[in-house]
């Protein structure tokens, strides 16, 4: 079972910006990459009483991302190239986008769009709470 780590989260004003961190450990990243070559990370949110959702998603070895069209324009995500570290940079935050932030991976499998919903996911972090305030 492999667990990433998220880090990053905070209490911010509306308007604010905020980098968060998932750290994916050096054994499982070279583990995956022997096995499946190519794997998802993506980060996920769910705020108070609603669903988890997609946040924005990174293909490895692949130059993808994904964004929900809430995000689209605010958010970037971005690795540090050895998929080590995978990172979600916010800007213009809104009271929205207060929840919980997960970050999952999974293998690729050829479906790029499996990699945009949350039920396709088995390994997830802990989560780091986002809360924007206005």
């Known amino acids: 079972q492999v667990q990433p780590m998220e880090s990053g989260g905070d209490s911010v004003q509306t308007g604010s910006s905020l980098k968060l961190a998932c750290e994916v450990s050096?054994?499982?990243?070279r583990q995956w990459k022997s096995q499946y070559k190519r794997y998802c990370i993506g980060w996920f949110r769910q705020?108070?009483?609603?669903?988890?959702?997609?946040?924005?998603?990174?293909?490895?070895?692949?130059?993808?991302?994904h964004y929900a069209d809430s995000v689209k324009g605010r958010f970037t995500i971005s690795s540090d190239g050895v998929e080590n570290m995978v990172y979600l940079h916010m800007d213009s935050l809104k009271p929205e986008d207060t929840a919980m932030y997960y970050c999952?991976?999974?293998?690729?499998?050829?479906?790029?769009?499996?990699?945009?919903?949350?039920?396709?996911?088995?390994?997830w972090g802990q989560g780091t709470q986002v809360t924007v305030s206005s």
């Open positions: 705020g108070e009483g609603k669903e988890r959702e997609e946040v924005a998603t990174i293909l490895t070895n692949g130059g993808l991302s």
């Open positions: 999952a991976v999974r293998d690729y499998g050829g479906m790029w769009s499996y990699c945009w919903t949350p039920e396709n996911y088995h390994n």
């Open positions: 050096e054994d499982f990243n």
